[in-house]
């Protein structure tokens, strides 16, 4: 079990013009805009679970980012999984 970045759609303001998780996200093509609905959408098989877009999305006061469980079907769990340290999902 690790955790991924889940948006909350309804609390996302990058229709306003907001961009910063998808700027600080450092995984390629992880954090993309819906063009249609006009939010950030993650890609969850691409995510490590760094945090940093829900980092960088707090400390711009929105709290549209949350870090939920995915198991290991790759399917979202209910509840929130162990959380890694800041780049430990990077380390070999």
């Known amino acids: ?10 609390k996302c303001v990058a229709k306003k013009g907001c961009r910063l998780c998808i ?4 995984e390629a093509n992880t ?3 819906n063009s249609e609905r006009m939010v950030a959408e993650v890609v969850i098989n691409r995510c490590k679970g760094c945090e940093l877009c829900m980092v ?3 400390a711009a006061k929105h709290n549209a980012i949350a870090m939920v469980a995915v198991g290991a079907d ?7 999984g162990e959380a890694a340290e800041l780049g430990q999902a990077y380390q070999g």
């Open 56 to 58: 960088v999305c707090d």
């Open 1 to 10: 079990m690790y955790n991924v970045a889940l948006v909350t759609e309804e």
């Open 23 to 26: 700027m600080y996200c450092p």
């Open 74 to 80: 790759g399917k979202l769990l209910d509840r929130a």
């Open 31 to 33: 954090l993309d805009l």
